[in-house]
């Protein structure tokens, strides 16, 4: 049923956005990240075999179908970029002052 992938995308939501505001290393936070951006996949694909039901097509119309499934491919090639972004700059940052840590990035102005 619907309500049951939804209950669990908000339990993996809430999971990576408790990680996100509460963690300190940029690693980390990068999972947390993904683990928020994977919950809206189960959502949109939930979502769009919820609404675009294939035992209710009239038409048989395939493209409506997999509606949730293309916008689960853009999100994770997103995904992809950022982690790729936030890895080059977490090294980056590493090299200059060798810590891992989020809350020492306001020493990088200096």
């Given at each position: 049923m619907l309500h049951n992938y939804l209950f669990l995308s908000a339990?993996?939501?809430?999971?990576?956005?408790y990680g996100v505001l509460s963690k300190k290393n940029a690693i980390t936070i990068l999972m947390c990240v993904e683990l928020m951006l994977n919950?809206?996949?189960i959502s949109a694909v939930a979502?769009?075999?919820y609404v675009f039901n294939p035992y209710y097509?009239?038409?048989g119309n395939l493209q409506s179908l997999?509606?949730?499934q293309i916008l689960s491919m853009f999100v994770i090639a997103v995904a992809?970029?950022?982690v790729?972004?936030?890895?080059?700059?977490?090294?980056a940052v590493y090299q200059n002052r060798?810590?891992?840590?989020?809350?020492?990035?306001n020493k990088l102005k200096y």
């Open positions: 339990i993996i939501f809430s999971i990576g956005l919950s809206i996949n979502f769009s075999r097509l009239t038409d997999l509606t949730g992809a970029a950022e790729a972004i936030g890895v080059a700059i977490l090294v060798q810590t891992a840590y989020v809350t020492d990035g």
